[in-house]
């Protein structure tokens, strides 16, 4: 297979990344000199073979959004992507986007490329962005869920407490202009392609492949309600392989004290780190300094809240060298 990877990001973006980086780690320094290195790896040793069980639910995730990649392909008329090229391109594009700043920049147009020779450039940029729209929805429902049970389960500190009541209205603002951009359906993308050809002086031409998202994103709601409860279905399988799997490190850490209600709490906080934070590879020092917060909220060790990150950081590691494997052979 004959393909090239996306182009380098632009020099300002390597160092917006590595200034990112530098401040993440300072970050990761700081949180474990306060919770103890002892500590930490003593939990992280406690892991032990649950390893191969995170690996795997991480797995499943990635298997469910190529799963969901590939329905909406589907409902758009263009059925010819299938789970191995989906896969192994939701894997390379999972691996740039963590190395990279740019984030879905990076990631979604790495998958476009890596299925070209399945999927035509048009149906794979409108199909990922439709999944992406799905995503997102799931994505606000986990942190809204995940904050409003931490606001529920414990008697939070004022900062704390404030900060969980403002992602509660962020997501109910969000979702209020869903539903008005639903009803009025306003062609936002054509709206910027021709603001950016004007301020560009270029001709103020959309480009087809923008007009097709509008009116595939418009027509969700149209689809038959068997693909929409599929869409929904596999977004939950990948955000219940997510909570399952911190369950799974909690528990070996704790020796078996952990409620899949905590762990729900912990991805979703984990889940509005990776939003507010893609910016920073890897998330270095973001992750662990989230966690334990949360954790010491919820009355679980700071301590194993870091080692849940910095585990869950490996299984981050292995998948995204399976992917950028992808990304070597498609190069090739």
């Not at 740039?96 to 035509?120: D, I």
């Amino acid at each position: 297979m004959t393909s090239s990877a996306p182009s380098s990001a632009p020099p300002r973006a390597h160092l917006l990344g590595l200034v990112a980086a530098v401040i993440g780690a300072a970050l990761l320094v700081v949180t474990v000199r306060q919770v103890g290195w002892t500590e930490i790896q003593r939990g992280i040793g406690t892991v032990g073979a649950w390893f191969a069980i995170v690996v795997l639910l991480g797995g499943l995730r990635f298997l469910a959004r190529a799963r969901s990649w590939m329905l909406c392909a589907e409902q758009i008329g263009a059925p010819g992507l299938t789970t191995a090229p989906a896969f192994g391109a939701v894997l390379a594009g999972d691996a740039v986007g963590n190395l990279t700043p740019l984030g879905l920049l990076a990631s979604e147009p790495t998958k476009v490329l890596l299925v070209r020779r399945t999927l035509a450039t048009g149906p794979a940029l409108t199909s990922v962005a439709l999944d992406n729209g799905f995503h997102t929805v799931a994505v606000l429902v986990m942190i809204a869920t995940g904050a409003w049970l931490l606001v529920r389960r414990v008697a939070l500190e004022p900062t704390l407490r404030l900060a969980a009541e403002g992602v509660l209205a962020a997501v109910i603002v969000a979702t209020l202009i869903g539903l008005w951009l639903a009803r009025r359906q306003p062609a936002i993308l054509s709206q910027l392609a021709q603001w950016a050809a004007r301020f560009t002086g270029r001709a103020a031409r959309t480009p087809d492949a923008l007009r097709d998202i509008e009116a595939r994103f418009y027509g969700v709601l149209s689809w038959p309600s068997g693909a929409l409860w599929a869409a929904a279905g596999w977004q939950a399988a990948f955000h219940a392989a997510a909570v399952l799997e911190v369950w799974v490190i909690l528990r070996a850490l704790s020796g078996g004290a952990t409620s899949l209600a905590d762990a729900f709490v912990l991805e979703s906080a984990g889940r509005l780190v990776i939003v507010l934070f893609k910016v920073i590879p890897f998330r270095i020092g973001v992750d662990e300094v989230g966690a334990a917060v949360v954790a010491t909220a919820l009355g679980i060790p700071a301590s194993h809240g870091v080692a849940l990150a910095l585990v869950r950081k490996l299984r981050i590691l292995a998948w995204n060298a399976v992917g950028l494997a992808v990304l070597a052979r498609a190069r090739r």
